[in-house]
């Protein structure tokens, strides 16, 4: 089967290897679908993510779904839960398995991610989706998932003012997530013009540049300011912005990564409104919801799909991608 390994920084390339055969408890998975996350370009532009550098030639892609094939799922698509906790520490009894500190995770360190033609994985990490939807739709349950954990920790009010700092695909998904949570405005700041615009098509209220949003379009459009703010960037100046954006008292939910893995912030503005800033640690259990949200027409997955392309092209995808001129790159293993 194809497999597309990441070397180093820049260098990805196509090979030839053996099909895994599943073990006890897996299942073998035809791959149909990879979604291009920011944690991937992290990996594919600069070698490493955080604290955490490529030891070895990495197989990359955690948003992916495919094709079981054997076991219980037999012929169905479905989503793949790229996490696979030790589901007996304190972390993973205590319900939090995002938190496991021996989570194996696809894409990440040694465990190859989803960019081949096939792979073996715990079944009980696959998630069966409905007849309607694609590999695409499946793969992009992984993103909405993180947007749902944010909006879980950010325990926001119906009729809350929200801001969304960041309007990639994670933002755009968490803009529809608020709506969908009852949020009685989103405001979106976001560098990027068809970014902005994408975000007024998922529900945006209001639309900013980061040069439009200064403390007094705060006070203009919120008053006091907001109730929940979502960071999605991973930059400095947006985790300014979104202390900026908040009211005394609110929770500021912090999912960006950053790529020197250092984050700073203005003290004083966070200390003299009491701010709660809280960090978004990928997901917990949330495919069953994320998969009623799509199914039922509260979140559209494929509005964020700007890209598809075939693994032979993984390459092009990954530059495309991290020059961010579209939304979210969806690579097929199996064209």
């Not at 700073?264 to 701010?275: C, D, M, N, V």
Request: proline share 7%.
């Amino acid at each position: 089967m194809r497999v597309a390994r990441l070397h180093a920084a820049g260098d990805l390339r196509i090979a030839v290897e053996a099909e895994p055969v599943p073990g006890p408890g897996e299942s073998l998975v035809r791959v149909g679908a990879v979604g291009l996350c920011g944690s991937d370009l992290h990996w594919y532009s600069e070698g490493h993510i955080g604290d955490a550098g490529l030891t070895r030639p990495l197989v990359p892609g955690h948003e992916f779904a495919g094709v079981a094939e054997g076991g219980r799922y037999d012929g169905r698509v479905v989503a793949v839960d790229p996490a696979i906790p030790c589901r007996l520490c304190p972390m993973c009894e205590a319900g939090h398995r995002n938190l496991c500190p021996q989570v194996r995770f696809a894409g990440h360190s040694t465990t190859d991610g989803g960019l081949q033609e096939a792979i073996a994985w715990p079944e009980r990490s696959l998630h069966p989706v409905p007849a309607e939807f694609t590999a695409a739709d499946a793969a992009m349950l992984e993103p909405l998932g993180v947007a749902l954990h944010a909006w879980d920790l950010a325990h926001a009010r119906v009729g809350d003012t929200v801001a969304v700092i960041g309007a990639g695909p994670i933002g755009l998904l968490a803009i529809q997530v608020a709506r969908a949570g009852g949020a009685g405005r989103v405001i979106v700041v976001e560098p990027l013009d068809h970014r902005r615009r994408a975000a007024e098509r998922a529900g945006a209220a209001t639309t900013l540049a980061p040069t439009e949003a200064g403390a007094a379009a705060w006070r203009e459009l919120s008053g006091l300011g907001c109730d929940v703010v979502l960071e999605f960037a991973g930059t400095d100046p947006a985790i300014a912005t979104a202390l900026t954006a908040a009211r005394p008292g609110a929770r500021v939910l912090l999912g960006g990564i950053p790529c020197d893995d250092t984050s700073s912030f203005p003290a004083g503005p966070a200390r003299r409104k009491g701010l709660t800033l809280v960090m978004v640690r990928r997901m917990k259990e949330m495919y069953p919801r994320a998969i009623d949200l799509v199914a039922t027409g509260h979140v559209d997955v494929r509005s964020i799909v700007s890209e598809q392309a075939p693994l032979a092209a993984a390459d092009r995808a990954f530059i495309r991608a991290t020059n961010r001129s579209g939304l979210k790159v969806v690579i097929d293993p199996s064209a």
